[in-house]
Every structure is written in C-alpha cells, then in structure tokens.
C-alpha cells in the first residue's frame, strides 16, 4: 500500500514557476513507477510526467516537454517543477504510483488528492 499526498499548487501568473511535491509513505515506495497527470475542468485526465523507480529514466508529454521538470528521491518524495506556465497548464495535478508504469492513468493503482494549479494570463 502506497498513500500520496500532493502539495504545492496556487495561483501564478503566465511565465511564472511552481513547483509541486507528492510525499508518499509505504514500505515499497522506491519499487513504483511515480508519475504525474492533470485534469482541467471538462476535460480527460491527461499524462504530464513519469519518474522510474530509481530516478534515472523520465518521461514527458509533448506540452510540458522543455518547461517541467521531474524527480525523486529515494526515500518518500517525488516533485515536479514546473517553469514557464501557461494558461493551458490551469488543472488540478495527480501524482499516481504503479509497477507498471505508462501513460495511460487506467494502469495506476494509487492516487493523491490532487493539488490545483491555476495560471494566469
């Protein structure tokens, strides 16, 4: 069993930086593929970035790729710092942890609550 807990999300103007963490606790949290997605109002849930289990493989989506950041430590902690923010970018984030890793959101099995990321134009 995984718990994730997100924070850092707030209000920042287009250009701006924040960055988010996701503290996890469980025994086995260096075994998963930590990753994470967003949401926007009407909208699916989308992937944003993914960290493998010892930090050294990442991946991005397209529409982040350049402008955020990921990485972990190897004891409870995931961040993902997020530069140049756009509008686009306002969704509530997710971190999710998996064995199997991906990008599709169907193939996490544990969840934060979500933090809010609003970017002002």
């Known amino acids: 069993q995984v718990q994730l807990v997100e924070s850092g999300g707030g209000l920042v103007r287009a250009g701006g930086s924040l960055r988010l963490s996701c503290a996890a606790s469980?025994?086995?949290?260096?075994?998963?593929?930590m990753t994470w997605f967003r949401q926007a109002p009407g909208k699916a849930r989308e992937f944003v970035a993914a960290v493998n289990w010892s930090g050294g493989r990442t991946n991005y989506a397209d529409s982040v790729r350049g402008r955020f950041g990921i990485s972990r430590n190897t004891v409870n902690t995931m961040y993902l710092q997020m530069n140049s923010l756009k509008p686009e970018d306002t969704a509530v984030y997710y971190c999710?942890?998996?064995?199997?890793?991906?990008?599709?959101?169907?193939?996490?099995?544990?969840w934060g609550q979500g933090t809010q990321v609003t970017v002002s134009s």
């Open positions: 999710a942890a998996s064995f199997s890793g991906g990008t599709s959101w169907q193939t996490y099995d544990y």
């Open positions: 469980g025994r086995t949290f260096a075994a998963y593929t």
